[in-house]
């Protein structure tokens, strides 16, 4: 193998997720605001779904969540259609993260969480997709260039989805006053 193709693919993928990030600025307004405000009052826990990558992301962000003070749980989105919706409560708030926002495995959370009336929160980069249009907030992000040569797998987005988790995480992190000594 050629060792200058490998650096520079490397490198290729470093500065165009630098690149996308640069534009993740401008979701911090109103709706990420709000979406903290509501995640700081939540009596039950945050449920974090996703499919696919989404869901490994989404699964980081509730674990960063937990061990920063805010109570949360991943739950996969196709595992809720076939018995997990049942460990969503009243009390709780759900955070799907798709950057489509077109995964028709979310649609029986969706669903769920408009009869029990939970609050839902979308991370997603299409402000017309079906989660962003039935979430009570949603964060929308501009839809990122893949760091794939392809710009298929997913990279920048799943990035950008993480960075959004952390910021969420230590936005409450500070609101609450969690101490070192709570980690």
Do not use: W
Request: charged share 20%.
């Amino acid at each position: 193998m050629n060792k200058s193709i490998i650096i520079n693919r490397a490198k290729k993928t470093l500065l165009t997720e630098i690149k996308e990030l640069k534009n993740l600025s401008k979701i911090f307004n109103n709706n990420f605001y709000e979406a903290v405000t509501l995640l700081s009052k939540v009596k039950g826990r945050v449920i974090v779904t996703g499919i696919g990558k989404s869901a490994h992301i989404g699964n980081k962000i509730s674990a960063t969540l937990t061990s920063t003070g805010t109570p949360s749980y991943f739950i996969h989105a196709t595992e809720a259609s076939h018995g997990d919706l049942g460990g969503i409560k009243k009390n709780d708030c759900i955070i799907a993260i798709s950057n489509s926002g077109e995964t028709s495995e979310l649609n029986n959370i969706i669903n769920y969480s408009k009869r029990f009336d939970i609050p839902l929160i979308s991370i997603s980069s299409n402000k017309k997709s079906l989660l962003n249009k039935n979430s009570t907030i949603g964060i929308v992000y501009k839809k990122p260039i893949e760091a794939c040569p392809l710009n298929l797998a997913p990279t920048s987005s799943t990035t950008i989805s993480l960075v959004i988790g952390d910021c969420i995480a230590m936005s409450l992190l500070e609101l609450k006053g969690f101490k070192s000594s709570q980690f």
